[in-house]
């Protein structure tokens, strides 16, 4: 009696053929991909996928508005208001034209003199300070910061302490011909002449 052939036969390959399982495999996984996980062009239009890169800006190519806020003739200063909006490198051009300007001898078309009638010119000496508050761009203030972090404070009352009016200081440039090794000095922030300065101080020359 012949016995039942088994499933399982000598010679006979047993279950699918392994180029079936692989492409049935890479059939599955393309589907996943395609179905599942959100395509790359999905992630872009919704606008909400990583962080943006730094956005290079040419302060010459976008110079920022200001305007002269206050004059404080016995500090040889004066306060410059731009907008809020305005970036640090908009800062960084305006300061760096106000040197240009003065290097040109054109600086009074832009700022008022804080010397008039010095033999060296009407910003033989000055301090320029760029804000975006006009509450600290004050002349108070401005006398504040201009006598610097160590003026006696029952001598000198003031309405904004010295380092609460240092913080808000966005550029400061300080003018002194006197001082022929480095007449122009610049900076993002404020540093008074003992070094005591703002938390995002840098200087730019």
Do not use: C
């Amino acid at each position: 009696m012949a016995q039942d052939e088994g499933p399982y036969q000598e010679g006979k390959r047993a279950g699918l053929h392994p180029l079936v399982v692989v492409f049935g495999i890479l059939l599955g996984l393309w589907l996943f991909v395609a179905l599942i996980v959100p395509s790359s062009r999905n992630k872009q239009a919704t606008g909400t996928e990583g962080p943006a890169g730094p956005v290079v800006e040419d302060p010459e190519a976008a110079p920022v508005i200001f305007k002269v806020h206050a004059t404080v003739p016995d500090m040889n200063a004066v306060s410059l208001v731009v907008p809020p909006q305005a970036t640090e490198s908009q800062v960084v051009g305006l300061l760096k034209r106000l040197k240009k300007e003065r290097l040109a001898g054109t600086l009074r078309d832009l700022i008022p003199a804080t010397t008039p009638g010095h033999k060296l010119g009407d910003h033989a000496v000055a301090e320029i300070y760029v804000l975006s508050d006009p509450t600290y761009a004050e002349a108070d203030v401005i006398r504040t910061l201009s006598r610097g972090a160590h003026a006696p404070g029952g001598l000198y009352p003031d309405r904004v302490p010295f380092e609460v009016a240092m913080e808000e200081i966005r550029g400061h440039y300080r003018i002194d011909l006197n001082n022929t090794g480095a007449p122009d000095t610049g900076s993002i922030g404020f540093a008074d002449e003992s070094g005591v300065h703002s938390k995002h101080f840098r200087t730019l020359f």
